[in-house]
């Protein structure tokens, strides 16, 4: 069993991204459990989603206590959340905005995902889409192809600039190994 959470700023995407990987997870024949949670404020607020995967189990409680997995992309969602990172466990974050401090035995992997979906899709909204790739690709868990089959069934808007960002964060991706087992 694995858990990932992805949590930065309310209009960052990161319901989307969930969304997306649940569902390319549950393709893949596992066990997909997911808990969106959002912060009270009307604006400025932040958003998380923990996905909760498993090979064998049903998954009845999609509450990680330990995250083997953290994507970030604010500074005070990484304050807040890497805490819950277990000794082995990775951080992948939003280098242009996120400062991440040392911590033993987590593995913190910066990404300018902002920058790159704005110079290959046009606009830095589509930054969750190269986390997505990125994460995929890292870890090796899901295929490029399977992802791009999610986004086009699940009706994604503005699917050209997401799949071009999708594909520029899984180029990334490749170059650095995320060790999971699920």
């Given at each position: ?36 949670s959002y912060s009270p404020a009307q604006r ?139």
């Amino acid at each position: 069993m694995i858990s990932i959470r992805i949590t930065g700023a309310g209009g960052h995407g990161i319901v989307f991204a969930a969304r997306v990987l649940g569902s390319a997870f549950t393709k893949r024949g596992f066990n997909v459990a997911m808990r969106i949670s959002y912060s009270p404020a009307q604006r400025g607020g932040w958003s998380r989603a923990d996905i909760v995967i498993s090979s064998e189990e049903a998954i009845w409680n999609p509450i990680a206590d330990e995250l083997d997995v953290l994507i970030v992309t604010t500074q005070e969602r990484y304050d807040a959340e890497v805490r819950d990172v277990r000794h082995g466990g990775y951080v992948i974050y939003e280098s242009e905005v996120v400062k991440p401090r040392d911590i033993e035995g987590v593995e913190q992997i910066p990404i300018e995902a902002f920058k790159l979906a704005e110079m290959v899709a046009g606009s830095r909204i589509f930054g969750n889409s190269v986390l997505i790739g990125f994460f995929a690709s890292a870890s090796g868990l899901i295929p490029l192809s399977l992802l791009e089959e999610v986004m086009r069934e699940l009706g994604v808007k503005a699917l050209d600039s997401n799949l071009k960002a999708l594909r520029v964060g899984f180029e990334r991706g490749l170059s650095v190994k995320i060790h999971l087992r699920i």
